[in-house]
């Protein structure tokens, strides 16, 4: 068997030790300390826009405490992308709320503004505002930014901007990530950057900082014993996952660099197979090409290639299966086109890791034109 190519492999700088090694020097082996600070400093000054960072545990505690921040509860709806992962609707449903799914247009991949606007106007008539609006930058590729939030100025909805998979990407030269009421990162062991397991809410006042630092930290009131006047949530990040993240962003620019020639390299390389296209940047979208995803002419095809890479010991994974197919999902209210249950059949994530070497990238390469070679 040959040796494994991953879909997206974690990528040590090197540096990480010495933040890790310091937070054990000085015993700092706790939820807070220099390198918690240390870290969001870091992204605060990379997101550059005057946004206020909060490490925490996970990406899908930062959009559960968005939306605690937002105030949804109960009975509220929120509307999300419907092509995504799954912890972009989950923490809805931890809150009481039902998910409203929203479909996809076809030049990013992410929310449609004009399924969107529909949406909205058909639960506002059934006399439901919707409380939030979640769209999602997919693969690293930005949304329709302006499109999306003028409608939600329109109709006075905050947004929670779901950038788990776009750090280092940027609309009209904007960071993603800095353009939501409230943002979140991820620092998964597959993302762009990796903590080991981690995620960061930005907000854009202190006051929304601090407010959900104290709810990440079991909402502890100001008194020398233990009270509570809120239910508290132990989402922090520790310092030592957090000595990861310090290391890890040395090379955050280097990474996204990388996963944009592995997308270049795979798009030259496989140009003169016409099955196979690739999702463009529109004009103001820059994209960390967190994964390369192709499309093929059909879901047969998409099977045969997936089987033939896997053969080869080559991982490689169709594109989100979207919320409104999702068997826990089958009732939430849904707003379609058809173009996610399109890319869904016939797209196929490849192996776009930041370590991947020349020689790793020749396998895949050689093994899809075999697959064509022969189909
Ligand atoms: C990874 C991911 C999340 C969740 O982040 P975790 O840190 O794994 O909790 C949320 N949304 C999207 C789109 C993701 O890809």
């Known amino acids: 068997m040959k040796p494994k190519i991953w879909l997206s492999s974690p990528h040590m700088s090197g540096a990480e030790q ?14 807070l300390g220099p390198n918690v600070n240390g870290f969001e400093n870091d992204l605060q000054s990379y997101l550059n826009e005057d946004r206020y960072v909060a490490a925490l545990a996970s990406g899908t505690s930062a959009l559960h405490l968005s939306l605690i921040l937002l105030g949804v509860t109960y009975g509220d709806e929120v509307i999300c992308q419907s092509k995504t992962f799954s912890a972009s609707a989950n923490p809805i449903v931890y809150q009481g709320a039902t998910p409203v799914f929203v479909d996809s247009e076809s030049d990013t991949w992410n929310m449609c503004p004009i399924q969107l606007e529909i949406a ?14 979640i769209p999602v930058h997919l693969y690293g590729m930005p949304y329709k930014v302006d499109e999306i939030h003028k409608i939600a100025e329109t109709y006075n909805i905050p947004i929670v901007e779901d950038s788990a998979e776009s750090l280092g990407s940027l609309y009209n030269g904007q960071n993603c990530g800095t353009f939501g009421n409230l943002s979140i990162l991820s620092f998964n062991g597959n993302k762009i950057i990796t903590t080991s397991g981690g995620g960061a809410l930005v907000t854009r006042t202190k006051a929304h900082k601090d407010k959900a630092v104290f709810l990440a930290t079991q909402a502890r009131d100001d008194a020398p014993h233990y009270q509570h006047s809120h239910i508290g949530y132990n989402y922090r990040m520790s310092n030592i996952v957090a000595g990861i993240g310090r290391g890890q962003m040395t090379i955050l620019d280097s990474h996204v660099a990388k996963r944009r020639s592995n997308h270049e390299f795979y798009k030259n390389e496989l140009s003169h197979i016409n099955k196979i296209t690739f999702l463009n940047e529109p004009k ?7 994964l390369t995803a192709i499309l093929l002419d059909s879901i047969e095809t998409r099977e045969g290639l997936r089987l033939a890479l896997e053969e080869e010991n080559i991982e490689s994974r169709p ?9 826990i999902f089958k009732d939430a ?3 379609l086109n058809g173009v ?9 994530c490849l192996p776009s890791g930041s370590n991947l070497t020349n020689e790793q990238l020749d396998r895949v390469i050689s093994a899809i034109n075999t697959y064509f070679a022969i189909c």
């Not at 010495?18 to 939820?31: H, L, M, Q, R």
């Not at 103001?284 to 967190?290: A, D, Q, T, Y």
């Not at 594109?319 to 068997?327: G, V």
Request: no cysteine.
């Open 18 to 31: 010495t933040y890790i090694k310091e937070a054990f020097d000085t015993n700092w082996v706790a939820p």
């Open 120 to 133: 909205i106007k058909d639960r506002i008539a059934k006399s439901k505002k919707p409380k939030a609006i």
């Open 284 to 290: 103001g979208h820059f994209s960390n090409r967190w």
């Open 333 to 335: 209210p849904s707003y």
């Open 319 to 327: 594109l989100w299966k979207p919320m409104h197919q999702q068997p």
């Open 340 to 348: 996610s249950d399109e890319l869904f059949d016939r797209g196929l």
